[in-house]
């Protein structure tokens, strides 16, 4: 069955036209008309991925966002106002996954879901090895769940790609170019807004103390690592 994609914007033209490109593509589209409607329809439907407006009536798309984290980490896209960098920041301080400017072209929007979408899959190479151990954080990969100090972490899809990126290159710098162009798609290489923002949000969740991090360290100049004290559990 083809992915359900729920769209919420308080502007008919935009929801017709996402909405037209999207089932163009094969995707099922629901939709809804503001943040209210954005979690009730998440919570009862469960789509695979929400696509919705920042500024929207009765609740906005960054509270609608807040709120939603609280029981899913479904994929979401959020759509902002070109110049609004503070909503796009914001967006993903609060589990976003990725953004879109208005306004936008029908290729761009398409090109988002799909590298979204293949990001929030566990691929096989993820499942070859069951746990991963890292000092005090504990990484199943075929239940794709984190634990730290024994207790369940909550990430979002991309959170969850990002973090096992380092636990398949342990020891291993990676260019802000190759986490990019391997969690978010090659046509994100050069958007490092948007990672240093996924970092900081994994190193809250993550580390004991953020600023002076264990489990992902910054190479100044060069990129970031996860150290070799880890160690693969069957």
């Not at 609280?70 to 960098?85: D, H, M, R, V, W």
């Not at 208005?102 to 293949?118: D, Y």
């Not at 100090?149 to 899809?157: F, G, N, R, T, V």
Request: net charge negative.
């Amino acid at each position: 069955m083809s992915p359900l994609i729920l769209v919420v914007d308080d502007e008919p033209l935009y929801i017709q036209l996402i909405k037209v490109n999207l089932e163009t593509e094969g995707y099922q589209v629901i939709t809804g008309r503001d943040g209210e409607e954005a979690v009730e329809i998440t919570a009862s439907k469960k789509p695979d991925l929400v696509i919705m407006d920042v500024m929207m009536p009765r609740l906005d798309g960054i509270s609608a966002c807040e709120r939603i984290r609280q029981f899913s980490n479904l994929p979401i896209i959020i759509l902002t106002a070109k110049g609004e960098e503070h909503d796009r920041v914001r967006g993903l301080d609060v589990g976003a996954d990725d953004y879109v400017v208005k306004p936008f072209s029908a290729t761009e929007l398409v090109a988002r879901v799909r590298a979204v979408l293949r990001r929030a899959r566990v691929t096989d190479e993820d499942t070859q090895i069951r746990f991963f151990v890292h000092g005090n954080l504990r990484i199943d990969f075929a239940r794709a769940e984190v634990w730290k100090d024994d207790k369940p972490i909550y990430l979002s899809a991309t959170e969850y790609r990002l973090l096992i990126q380092f636990a398949h290159a342990i020891g291993q710098v990676l260019t802000a170019e190759d986490l990019l162009s391997a969690v978010w798609g090659q046509q994100y290489k050069d958007d490092k807004e948007i990672l240093w923002v996924s970092i900081a949000r994994l190193r809250q969740k993550l580390e004991d103390n953020p600023h002076s991090p264990q489990h992902i360290v910054t190479r100044s100049g060069l990129g970031y690592l996860m150290p070799p004290v880890g160690r693969i559990a069957s």
